[in-house]
């Protein structure tokens, strides 16, 4: 890639440009997983992990972030540690906070839409994650929608991930993705995958099986010119899956703890996964650190055969 025609915003890894530089397969990180999902130093710890789960399978990870008011793509180990440590005091960036996060100068932990804009920006096509955003439970009411949906709508980058985060309302966030016109890929499944569980009652648009098949409809998409992001719904493993009863209970739980604390906003999301973790006695931080280990084995996979 030549850096002359990159944005003067953002900043490459070594790694990072030298794998695009050499037409080789990069994987996108987000970086709200760090800072914002996972407590010190649990959460280092799964971003090195990830990290090299993507290079043991022959790619290279890009985790993205906001540092000192620049974007990155590809972040050195003292760079995570920086994020990691810092938590919930790191700014949460989606695209609306990103103007605000470089002018200032600050640290930004980037959500999945602006894990997106940063990915697109360096030439990046894939993106591995744990659940997208959507649609909040009463939306209806409070029209709390994810930015990421909007973000998949126009944005050209394949998100692989265990489909919407299963304190949303799946039902609406599959609607509106629709509405959008973006396609949702079950991976080897007919359902879309609720997080912590491997099925819901909702429907992919298209099953595919195998990583060649994805990346064979990522080319045509994009190839005759059709704008914006895929989703690639991938089931948690099964030996890490929780029962829908217990995690159905702990999120009910969760949802009405933040109402009655008029919790809100970016700030929601956040503290619902942390208290779903309190209520199932960590059980299912542990399920949402695998579903991520999976989610980047199979975005590394179909990033190899874009590249065949």
């Not at 960590?282 to 590394?300: C, H, K, M, P, Y």
């Amino acid at each position: 890639m030549d850096r002359t025609t990159l944005n003067p915003w953002l900043d490459l890894s070594p790694e990072v440009e030298s794998a695009l530089n050499a037409g080789k397969p990069v994987v996108a990180l987000e970086s709200t997983i760090i800072s914002h999902g996972m407590p010190w130093p649990q959460n280092a710890e799964t971003a090195r992990q990830v990290e090299q789960i993507i290079r043991d399978g022959g790619a290279t990870p890009a985790t993205i972030a906001v540092i000192d008011g620049r974007l990155k793509a590809g972040l050195s180990s003292e760079q995570i540690d920086t994020l990691a440590r810092a938590g919930q005091s790191v700014a949460k960036c989606s695209r609306r906070d990103l103007p605000f996060v470089v002018a200032q100068g600050l640290h930004g932990a980037t959500t999945v839409a602006a894990t997106m804009i940063i990915a697109a920006m360096a030439g990046i096509r894939i993106f591995a994650t744990g659940g997208i955003g959507g649609v909040h439970r009463g939306a209806q009411q409070s029209f709390d929608i994810s930015a990421d949906l909007q973000e998949l709508a126009h944005t050209s980058v394949a998100v692989v991930c265990a489909g919407a985060k299963s304190i949303l309302d799946l039902g609406l966030t599959r609607e509106y993705l629709e509405t959008q016109g973006v396609p949702v890929l079950g991976y080897q499944t007919d359902s879309l995958p609720a997080f912590y569980t491997r099925e819901s009652d909702q429907s992919v648009d298209y099953r595919m099986e195998s990583p060649k098949a994805i990346a064979s409809f990522l080319e045509a998409k994009w190839g005759m010119g059709l704008h914006g992001g895929v989703v690639i719904a991938n089931p948690i493993p099964e030996a890490y899956a929780m029962e829908k009863a217990i995690i159905d209970q702990a999120i009910e739980q969760a949802l009405s703890e933040a109402e009655k604390q008029r919790i809100s906003g970016k700030e929601s999301t956040p503290f619902l996964l942390s208290r779903v973790a309190e209520l199932t006695g960590g059980d299912s931080l542990a399920s949402n650190i695998q579903l991520v280990f999976n989610n980047a084995r199979l975005a590394t996979a179909i990033a190899l055969n874009q590249f065949e």
